[in-house]
């Protein structure tokens, strides 16, 4: 089941990056997308050095001791739509908008690591997804922020 579920979640990536890659923004969705993997890689890397978390089931076990299908391709991906949707917001709606994307997935990550053998906790809540995800989501949409105001700057 796990293996179909990650083969699912690939497909579904992959169908949706022409759509998310169009337009005139795509510079600043590149950005987000590779800062976004880079990001969630390290903070990974680092929880399942420590044991705090473990991917039981995973693309290429022998190379990754992460599961490199969210930390590439979903997380990175939620990111861009995550930025799309707040990219003209202020602040109040920016962080109702961090609730859609972090509270869903603090409760999906639960649920799979309760029925499914996508994740195993150690030393790891959904609190813990919940810090992550938006800490990371505010990391990367201060980084859209300030590209913003380089553009400004250049253009003015």
Same mark, same amino acid.
């Given at each position: 089941?796990?293996?179909?579920? &990650?083969?699912?979640?690939?497909?579904?990536?992959?169908?949706?990056?022409?759509?998310?890659?169009?337009?005139?923004?795509?510079?600043?969705?590149?950005?987000?997308?590779?800062?976004?993997?880079?990001?969630?890689?390290? !903070?990974?890397?680092?929880?399942?050095?420590?044991?705090?978390?473990?991917?039981?089931?995973?693309?290429?076990?022998?190379?990754?001791?992460?599961?490199?299908? /969210?930390?590439? &391709?979903?997380?990175?991906?939620?990111?861009?739509?995550?930025?799309?949707?707040?990219?003209?917001?202020?602040?109040?709606? !920016?962080? @109702?908008?961090?609730? @859609?994307?972090?509270?869903?997935?603090?409760?999906?990550?639960?649920?799979?690591?309760?029925?499914?053998?996508? /994740?195993?906790?150690?030393?790891?809540?959904?609190?813990?997804?919940?810090?992550?995800?938006?800490?990371?989501?505010?990391?990367?949409?201060?980084?859209?922020? /300030?590209?913003?105001?380089?553009?400004?700057?250049?253009?003015?």
């Amino acid at each position: 089941m796990e293996k179909k579920l &990650l083969n699912l979640l690939t497909a579904l990536c992959l169908v949706s990056l022409p759509f998310l890659f169009k337009g005139s923004k795509m510079r600043e969705n590149l950005v987000v997308f590779f800062s976004k993997g880079v990001i969630a890689t390290l !903070i990974d890397a680092y929880v399942v050095g420590t044991k705090r978390l473990e991917y039981p089931v995973r693309p290429f076990p022998k190379i990754f001791k992460t599961n490199i299908i /969210f930390t590439v &391709l979903f997380f990175p991906l939620l990111s861009v739509i995550w930025v799309k949707l707040s990219y003209n917001n202020h602040l109040g709606k !920016i962080l @109702l908008k961090s609730l @859609l994307f972090s509270v869903p997935m603090s409760i999906g990550q639960w649920y799979f690591e309760k029925n499914s053998r996508l /994740f195993k906790w150690k030393k790891w809540t959904p609190f813990h997804t919940f810090a992550i995800v938006n800490v990371t989501l505010f990391t990367i949409r201060g980084l859209v922020g /300030f590209l913003k105001k380089l553009d400004k700057i250049k253009s003015a």
